[in-house]
């Protein structure tokens, strides 16, 4: 209804409450006509139009609000979504936001309404086109005055939009680029000098590339991605200025190929078309370009019902100065796909995936799903992965990566179900946070090429065991045998990362390495045993046979790569190198599960985001799950620049953890017996009659083994200590003479010390420190060799008498240690020339120990001596002398005393990576083979009693 019908009721209204009003005061006497005129005339109408002014007046104000309000609302718009950009002041914007152009301002047209009386009112409100919501390409009539200017409104307006997501390129063969002098000042731009057709056809390789990465059946469009996945990506803005004047056929058919395809792929192309050139022959404007559209108007220009809209509002050079300055000063907002958009978090739903068939770790996402990027091994739809390896470029957020990997593992399966070997190569500690995970079974950090390689040879050695428990119980592999309810005991699937995998082949002289990185990749599936590895290239220094490698390894996983390397790839088809090649960006992948072939596509988007912080919470909160379910963690920690700790040795630990007291001698035997990886010492002949006694003296260079020494009552059953590291023979001295009681009740031993260390230094009376705590005091300390020479007396009296003893009284005896630390400093057992000039013992004492070397180990005295350097060692003994140790432990030395000592130059190679870590060597002169280990080491009194402390509750319980 009309507002005029509304009032002219009203008035017929009133007229008839008047009549009525009438007839009741004049006794019903019906009114003449005239009567009934002049009533309205004198009193109606009056009220009737003042009640139409009102009414009137009414709608002008509501008008009038509504014109204040879409005033307000305008002003309210962000600067860059209003109607004129030169409005603004742009030095104070912050350019903090993206606002993803659906439709793009291309002016604004100003609305007048005339209010009568009132006036004019008029306000300018924008003009929006369909932009990357729909695929037109946009053009407007070239006019040589204005058309600068119409461009610069396109390419600020998108600027400002998108100030990290824009990109541009402008092409002007016309006048060479000149038209846009501030081209070199965009943020992000293709540069495009005489070869146009070349930047085209880079343009169309980077739409094929976003439709390969985010775009699928169900995101059509680059701008229905999510932001957390698109990243950095860029929206493209192609200007093609004098169209198509001095544009040769094939960059007229490229433009025409890149307006069709690139508006879902966020790649808009704009004409500045000059009607009056022709197009070459045979090509057709229809053809060409079928989605063409003007700007303002329809395809004739006609610009019709869009009020006083025009095309000129970034004429100014202080606007665009302003924009510029701008946006070189602003920083892009990160935008990060979460961990939590990928995995849940929730730790009641953890652990809920059976590992029976395959393992997969959702690690990111692409287009507008967040997590359906995903490793996976095992078999699935009768497709086997075994293995993987990934290639980064330093940045590329390869680290970002296995921790996604891992963590998406551990929270959909439980650690009896998958368990981690975890190896950071060389100067790596990216796994140091897993020492305690519920899943982890070795973390070895900083990993030395032998290290690694011992890794990899226990994860063979646990294939192999694997197998004969499938062949004992008829199951040819392990989905079998998980499928007849596991009858040996549950294996966990096994998954082998190592970072930096090269590490593998360093000082690998006979290939063993690539020996067993090629087994594991060939054999090692079917034990539910599989192999990511990782580093800046897929095929790496010093890996001999790859190809033997490769083709057992069907998932390949690339990030950001150098274009040289991307070239030279031969894990991808050209297909899959085109998709690497758009890893521009951190936490960029491509996927591939069939061995990088183009017959099968790859899988592209974004890796998820961990944060440190959220890195450890996580792990905590597994941790604390596990422990619930009465779970304990039993991770070996091999790390790579530290010394071990005598309390982390897995045998004597599992020694104090099993038996209640000191084990017996079958039970001894039953440990020698086991091999290491069951806390055993692989030791066969271990025979009580021998009096065998087992000192730990450090760490192996692999995951079960502990340097040892057995000292049993055979011929030259001593040990010999050399190294300038005061640290290093002291530690290893002191936890050998702490070990004691491990062997040996109190009864069964005697211990008589003589040391040699200078007074007020840092290694002073550490001797006495293992005397009070583990031994109790039951030791003789010396610290002068007058003062230890009644004791040495007493040991060769001893001796003596044993020799006289039937044998079997003889093994009756306690064994007896003669410890001589810093032994160099005792000058009563050096050598002197004698009247023939022959070295002899100059006292009787060195004549003795002497003796006790040749000797005394038969009758179980046994001598444990340490010297400084093999220098002030030939002074105290002699070549044939030195055979008489049977262990020798070396530090670094030169190669000279290498092999005067070991009759090797191995100890000279010992630090050849550094200081830190401390190696040693251990030669045992029966076997004649060096054993590289790292030994415990004495860096301070707190941290040594802290040790020694604990191996003395030990002792108590067995007490």
Partial sequence: ?????????????????????????????????????????????????????????????????????????????????????????????????????????????????????????????????????????????????????????????????????????????????????????????????????????????????????????????????????????KFELIVAKDFPKQYDRRSIELLAKIARTGPKAGKIVLLDYDFDVELPNGLNRADLFPALRHVYGNDNCDASGLGTLSADYVRESKTIDAILEGLSRA????????????????????????????ISAPIGGSGSRKNDIELWFGERNKQPSSHGMLAAMTGAGKSNLYHAFILSLATRYSPEDLQFYLIDGKQGVEFKRYSKFPHAKVVSLNTSPQLARSVLQEVLDEMNRRNETFKAHGCPDFVTYRRNGSPGGKFPRLMLIIDEYQTLFEDDKTGLGSQLMTAIASQSRSAGIHMFVGSQ?????????????????????????????????????????????????????????????????????????????????????????????????????????????????TQINALFE???????????????????????????????????????????????????????????????????????????????????????????????????????SPWYGVMDLVNQTALQGRASVAEKFKDFEPQLLSVMAEYEKRREMDEEEMLAEPSIYVVVNDAQRIRELAKQDNNFGMKVHGSEGGAHLATLLEYGSEYGIHLVLSFDNVRSLTKAFDRNELENFRHKIALQMSEEDSFRLLKTRDAAKLQADGNKPIYALHIDQMQNRPSKFKPYCYSDSKSFEESLQVLTSHYAKWS
């Fill in 537 to 649: 290239k897929f095929v790496v220094a010093g890996m001999s046979q790859p190809q033997a490698t490769f083709s057992n390894i069907n998932l390949r996983v690339a990030m950001k790569m150098s274009g040289e390397e991307i070239t030279s790839l031969q894990e991808f088809g050209s297909k899959g190198k085109q998709l690497i090649r758009g890893c521009t960006e951190t936490g960029q992948v491509v996927i591939s599960h069939s061995g990088g072939v183009d017959e099968v596509p790859c899988d592209t988007g974004r890796v998820a985001y961990i944060a440190g912080d959220h890195c450890k919470d996580l792990i905590k909160q597994l941790v604390e799950k596990w422990q619930q379910q009465g779970g304990t963690c039993h991770t070996v920690l091999l790390a790579g620049t530290e010394q071990p700790e005598v309390v982390e040795n």
């Fill in 658 to 760: 099993q038996y209640s007291q000191r084990p017996s001698e079958d039970e001894w035997i039953a440990i020698a017996n086991k091999p290491q990886n069951e806390a055993g010492l692989n030791e066969r002949e271990w025979y009580p009659i021998e009096h065998p006694s087992v000192f730990w003296l450090g760490k192996e260079m692999n995951i079960h083994g502990q340097a040892k020494v057995i000292l049993r009552r055979r011929s030259h059953e001593h040990l010999l200590l050399v190294g300038d590291s005061n640290e290093a023979r002291l530690g290893m001295l002191g936890y050998f003479l702490a070990q004691l009681p491990i062997n040996a009740s109190a009864q069964e031993y005697q211990v008589h010390i003589l040391e040699g260390g200078i007074k007020g």
């Fill in 1 to 233: 209804m009309r507002e005029s019908d509304e009032i002219l009721l009203g008035a017929d209204a009133k007229r008839q409450e008047l009549v009525a009003s009438l007839k009741e005061a004049q006794g019903n006497i019906a009114p003449s006509i005239d009567d009934v005129v002049s009533l309205l005339s004198e009193k109606v109408l009056p009220k009737v139009q003042e009640q139409i002014q009102a009414m009137l007046a009414e709608s002008v104000a509501e008008a009038n609000q509504a014109m204040a309000n879409m005033g307000r609302l305008h002003s309210r718009l962000p600067p860059p979504l209003r109607a004129r950009l030169d409005k603004f002041d742009w030095s104070e914007y912050k350019f903090e936001q993206n606002f993803l152009p659906r439709n793009l301002v291309v002016g604004g047209e100003l609305i007048t309404h005339d209010f009568g009386h009132l006036g004019k009112r008029s306000i300018e409100l924008p003009v929006e086109v369909p932009f990357y919501s729909a695929d037109y390409c946009y053009f407007f009539k070239h006019n040589p005055e204005t058309s600068v200017h119409t461009i610069n409104t396109f390419v600020f307006r998108l600027a400002t939009m998108l100030p990290y997501s824009s990109m541009f390129t402008l092409i002007d063969p016309a006048h060479m680029g000149q038209s846009f002098s501030y081209t070199k000042q965009l943020p992000f731009k293709r540069l495009v000098e005489n070869d146009v057709s070349r930047v085209l056809e880079e343009i169309l390789s980077d739409i094929v590339r976003i439709q390969n990465s985010y775009l699928d059946n169900k995101t059509e469009r680059l701008i229905d991605v999510d932001e957390e996945i698109l990243g950095n990506a």
């Fill in 331 to 358: 920083k892009p907002k990160e935008t990060k796909l979460g961990f939590s958009d990928v995995v849940q978090t929730n730790s009641d739903e953890w652990w809920q995936e059976s590992a029976e068939e395959m």
